[in-house]
């Protein structure tokens, strides 16, 4: 049973407007979550995080907002540029455990 | 500074054959994982390690082994090489298992099982 949904394969948006990645989880136990970036032919990179102690973490135009009831999350890239193309993993991590659980990713297209 | 190290880059075997991906970090990281990833299937880890001596199975450990003699390496053994296996896989380290410690991953290795 998957415990990380990123429920939308694919995503494009045009250049300067708003992208939003969505990401469901199952376990209450994960309290601390990430997001990674990976372009093709390369390994991911870590983007940005947030603990379950706060709803909203920024980072220049990243911005992810936590929904702990819901248990749901959001990563935000505002204004989007081209170079976000890429596919986005969201990932999760708690309970005392060392595994990170990873969703199976959005591809993001920016188009200029 | 090279972060971590994956060798080789792209690797295709014969069903039956073994052979060992290698990982290779310079940041003296305790944590050290390795994962595949599938079409449609994201990151899964296949085994992890939290400091030399010490290794534990992730999500899909079988038909993989892993040692962790140097802190420096976890090199990733196929013991009898399968078409399932064909994947990317992917190394990862950080410097302990937790929140606030983002893995730095490595290139991958592109394996193909014929």
């Known amino acids: 049973d998957q415990q990380v949904k990123q429920n939308s394969p694919s995503l494009s948006v045009q250049e300067g407007r708003i992208s939003i990645l969505n990401c469901d989880y199952t376990?209450?136990?994960?309290?601390?979550f990430l997001w990674y970036k990976k372009y093709p032919a390369e390994g991911p990179t870590f983007l940005i995080s947030?603990?379950?102690?706060?709803d909203k973490n920024e980072d220049g135009r990243f911005t992810v907002f936590l929904n702990k009831s819901a248990k749901h999350l959001s990563l935000h890239i505002v204004p989007s540029q081209p170079g976000d193309s890429a596919v986005y993993f969201c990932?999760?991590?708690?309970?005392?455990?060392?595994?990170?659980?990873f969703g199976k990713g959005t591809k993001l297209t920016v188009n200029p | 500074n090279a972060g971590v190290t994956q060798t080789p880059k792209f690797q295709v075997l014969k069903t039956g054959q073994s052979m060992t991906l290698q990982c290779a970090q310079d940041?003296?990281?305790?944590?050290m994982s390795w994962y595949r990833q599938d079409p449609g299937m994201g990151l899964r880890l296949i085994h992890y390690s939290v400091g030399a001596g010490i290794t534990d199975q992730g999500e899909v450990p079988n038909g993989y082994n892993v040692s962790r003699s140097t802190t420096e390496d976890f090199p990733l053994r196929l013991l009898s090489a399968a078409p399932s296996q064909t994947s990317v896989y992917f190394c990862a380290s950080s410097y302990w298992a937790g929140p606030g410690q983002p893995q730095h991953f490595g290139d991958g290795t592109r394996l193909s099982i014929l």
């Open positions: 947030i603990s379950s102690i706060k």
């Open positions: 990932a999760a991590m708690g309970g005392g455990s060392e595994k990170l659980v």
């Open positions: 376990n209450s136990m994960f309290d601390y």
């Open positions: 940041m003296n990281h305790e944590y």
